[in-house]
């Protein structure tokens, strides 16, 4: 959508600079554009689709992007397909509803918006079979389809034995002696995925006597294609203990701070999805020429803009306690000692742990909580 008001602005401002005429004729006859987006992911148990249309009006166009309707077609009758052997074996009605959860620093109306939906938690999505979307646009005018496969087989590792992350007593070591920082390999079997992103949200607990605030700092790891099937990134010590220096907060009433885990994501697309973002790229060549690309179909003599496919997002949450088991832990001793005790001056003042491990009567660590 945001290419497509790009597209017709640069043209009604070169057009502009044209000519000194005072009034500009479009001459040429307009043929709605539908732009559709939609990505599956088998872990969600509702599944959106964007459909929206491209516009012209007379006027300024920021002001036309501010109306509702300018994007909007009158009527739109869309559903999925579950599809096995070329068989329609399960078929899901789209309906439609308003979220508000778009920015309001883009040029087009927010932060309400509309949205086609439709409900996987009864009849949950199969990586083994195909989805095709249609779409049917003002009573049969235009017609949309497409297909796509789910991104399947992700198996989320850690370490370079490739310990499975759902063990519990899989561990990740950032600090190997104090002040000496050691990096942890992440990988993800990323099955029928071509590229994808490994990412976590690190959460802190800040005490100023009873009163608990909650904080989480995001760390985006690696991002790019798949290899030999495998999504790898290398989770550096140091950028750790940085991020929590600069996440935490700088407030002397703070009377403690734990460590209570991480959440690591795994999210992987297909080959179309790649496709679709490489050319939505911004353009790097002097004539900011640049190829377009969708796996949409559209009625012909029409254009359609989007893309129908699928990504797989999987969140794993590793919790620093677990019960009252002393052997479990998301982050190993050193780690910790390091998180609790580090060199670095002012970085980790008030950080205990209260893990039950750290907390024996018969070998309490240094760094235990009283």
């Given at each position: 959508?945001n ?8 043209t009604l ?5 044209q000519?000194?005429?005072e ?19 088998q872990?969600?148990t509702?599944?959106?689709?964007k ?7 007379p ?22 397909e579950?599809?096995v052997n070329?068989?329609?074996?399960y078929?899901?009605i ?7 959860s778009?920015?309001?620093d883009?040029v087009f ?9 439709f409900?996987?938690?009864t ?5 083994d079979k ?7 646009i003002?009573?049969?005018k235009?017609q949309v389809s497409a ?9 989320p590792?850690?370490?370079n034995?490739g ?10 070591r950032?600090a ?10 992440i990988i993800?079997?990323a ?5 994808g992103n ?6 802190i607990?800040?005490?100023?006597g ?12 690696n991002?790019?294609?798949t290899?030999n099937?495998?999504?790898t ?5 140091q ?14 009433t703070?009377t ?15 080959q ?20 377009t690309?969708?796996?949409?179909t559209?009625?012909?003599?029409y254009?359609v803009v ?17 019960g009252?088991?002393?052997?479990i832990r998301?982050?190993d ?15 980790a ?22």
């Amino acid at each position: 959508m945001n290419k497509f008001l790009l597209i017709s602005l640069v043209t009604l401002i070169g057009l502009s600079f044209q000519s000194c005429k005072e009034e500009i004729t479009l001459s040429t006859t307009y043929k709605e554009t539908p732009i559709i987006f939609g990505l599956l992911d088998q872990n969600e148990t509702i599944q959106y689709i964007k459909i929206n249309r491209g516009f012209i009006g007379p006027g300024n166009a920021f002001e036309i992007a501010k109306i509702p309707d300018s994007s909007y077609f009158e009527n739109v009758n869309a559903k999925v397909e579950e599809v096995v052997n070329d068989q329609v074996v399960y078929t899901w009605i789209l309906r439609d509803t308003l979220l508000d959860s778009k920015s309001t620093d883009g040029v087009f109306f927010a932060p309400q918006f509309k949205a086609y939906y439709f409900l996987t938690d009864t009849h949950p999505l199969d990586p083994d079979k195909i989805y095709r979307l249609s779409v049917d646009i003002n009573e049969g005018k235009l017609q949309v389809s497409a297909e796509t496969q789910l991104v399947k087989n992700f198996a989320p590792l850690i370490g370079n034995g490739g310990t499975s992350l759902n063990q519990t007593n899989a561990q990740v070591r950032f600090a190997k002696d104090p002040g000496e920082y050691i990096s942890t390999s992440i990988i993800c079997d990323a099955g029928t995925a071509v590229f994808g992103n490994i990412s976590l949200s690190i959460k802190i607990s800040e005490y100023r006597g009873t009163d608990i605030t909650h904080i989480e700092i995001p760390w985006n790891i690696n991002e790019g294609l798949t290899a030999n099937s495998k999504l790898t990134a290398l989770a550096q010590g140091q950028t750790f203990f940085s991020l929590i220096k600069a996440g935490i907060t700088n407030d002397n009433t703070i009377t403690k701070r734990n460590f209570e885990g991480f959440t690591v994501t795994f999210t992987g697309g297909t080959q179309e999805l790649y496709n679709y973002i490489l050319v939505n790229q911004p353009s790097t060549s002097l004539t900011q020429s640049k190829p377009t690309f969708t796996n949409l179909t559209v009625t012909e003599g029409y254009s359609v803009v989007g893309i129908f496919s699928a990504r797989n997002k999987v969140t794993l949450y590793k919790p620093f306690v677990l019960g009252t088991n002393p052997n479990i832990r998301c982050i190993d001793n050193n780690t910790t000692r390091e998180l609790c005790e580090g060199l670095v001056p002012g970085f980790a003042t008030y950080f205990c742990s209260q893990h039950p491990g750290d907390n024996s009567f018969t070998n309490p660590k240094s760094y235990a909580c009283n």
